[in-house]
């Protein structure tokens, strides 16, 4: 498999970190690498395998989450063009083509991750993010608050994903 990253510990409070914008990033991270390091511990025949009523598979979980930092933190914080910010979705669900392989979802996600670092390293948490497209009206909040949502977002799928493994005897916990 294509891992690259070295998976982080477990971010403890009692860990010393420089500020709050590391507690947060490292929460990121760490939630990001043990999606990565479960889905690549699947048996090959379940990444896009659905064991669940509402349809989803390991792989479009991935490409989901990839897209859901570039749209919160480049689409909408930064307000830049991303091309297709809804490129995770066809037809009102996840969707992974028949080419994109499992290699090529996780070397997104860690080219996505680098991209999101730059946002947090760069930016203070108070920032507010920049009208665009991207809100269609709605209150424009801190990438402190953008955090906060990114990270329930893989701790929840994350979550999701233990029961995926589970089903398919592969990796369970943290």
Not at 54 to 65: A, N
Not at 134 to 144: F, H, K
């Amino acid at each position: 498999m294509l891992t690259a990253v070295s998976e982080p510990p477990f971010p403890e409070p009692s860990i010393p970190m420089e500020s709050r914008a590391d507690v947060l990033a490292g929460y990121l991270e760490y939630f990001r690498c043990r999606l990565i390091a479960k889905i690549e511990a699947l048996p090959d025949g379940e990444l896009r395998r659905s064991r669940l009523p509402s349809g989803w598979t390991p792989v479009e979980l991935l490409k989901h989450l990839t897209y859901d930092e570039l749209r919160w933190l480049e689409w909408r914080f930064e307000g830049r063009d991303v091309g297709d910010p809804w490129g995770d979705d066809r037809d009102g669900r996840w969707y992974v083509s028949d080419e994109e392989t499992l290699d090529d979802l996780v070397a997104a996600s860690h080219a996505q991750a680098a991209r999101s670092r730059v946002v947090i390293q760069t930016n203070d948490l108070a920032q507010i993010g920049r009208s665009g497209p991207g809100w269609i009206g709605a209150d424009i909040p801190s990438l402190e608050r953008i955090l906060l949502h990114l990270i329930q977002e893989y701790a929840r799928h994350l979550g999701h994903l233990d029961i995926v493994a589970e089903l398919a005897d592969g990796q369970i916990g943290e």
